[in-house]
């Protein structure tokens, strides 16, 4: 298995719900990411969980919250967003942190906030 | 921290023309990988390349990390190579270059 999944695909939320976003790999891979990218610009860095631990927080405001309950599993809580909070959210998985050979991208959660 | 450019930014090709895209990167690195991202927003693995070169069909690419760049170069294009070209570079984790958006007509 060499995927990365992510679910939902599509998510339309308003601003006082709370979602989840979920993010499955099964390659043992150890180092988890997520990343937000508009429109017509690169995908950001928001977190990453080396050995399920948050190793990198790249300033995300506290109405994204992130949770790695296993070494297979990524969630990304989401919780009273803002309309500019609308964009794909990718997930990837390496090997390890800081050994990248075999980076793997997920399909993305494409999220509209109204 | 690493500054990362593409160019060109945007590519109109032919079917059949080949081309280069390039990467510039401001610091040393240990990981550099190029993506495509397809039209639905897929990002799609295509070399694992901080140094030397590869080859994978009509791709191949060619990491120089001294000089700190590295090249994409597309043969034959084909209409399904559409989409946007992005390198990754970085250490501690990845910064995503500007993009190469590349559009091939039937």
């Known amino acids: 298995d060499t995927e990365v999944t992510q679910t939902p695909k599509h998510l339309v939320m308003g601003m006082t719900n709370k979602k989840s976003l979920k993010c499955e790999q099964h390659m043992g891979h150890r180092a988890m990411y997520w990343y937000k990218q508009k429109a017509k610009k690169p995908p950001e860095l928001m977190f990453v969980y080396s050995y399920e631990k948050l190793s990198i927080n790249e300033s995300v405001p506290s109405r994204f919250s992130p949770e790695c309950p296993n070494s297979s599993l990524l969630n990304l809580h989401l919780h009273a967003l803002q309309p500019e909070d609308s964009a794909l959210y990718l997930c990837?998985?390496?090997?390890?942190?800081?050994?990248?050979?075999?980076?793997?991208f997920g399909s993305g959660t494409r999220l509209t906030v109204v | 921290g690493i500054q990362v450019e593409q160019s060109p930014p945007d590519l109109i090709l032919q079917e059949g023309a080949n081309s280069t895209l390039r990467c510039n990167f401001s610091d040393s690195v240990n990981n550099l990988q190029w993506f495509h991202q397809n039209p639905w927003g897929q990002l799609i693995n295509l070399f694992y390349i901080p140094s030397g070169t590869k080859q994978n069909g009509r791709l191949s690419a060619t990491t120089v990390a001294t000089e700190r760049y590295s090249l994409l170069y597309i043969s034959s294009s084909q209409t399904t190579d559409s989409g946007v070209y992005f390198c990754?570079?970085?250490?501690?984790?990845?910064?995503f270059g500007t993009g190469t958006r590349l559009k091939v007509l039937a």
């Open positions: 990754a570079v970085g250490t501690y984790k990845y910064i």
């Open positions: 990837a998985s390496s090997q390890a942190p800081r050994d990248y050979y075999g980076y793997t």
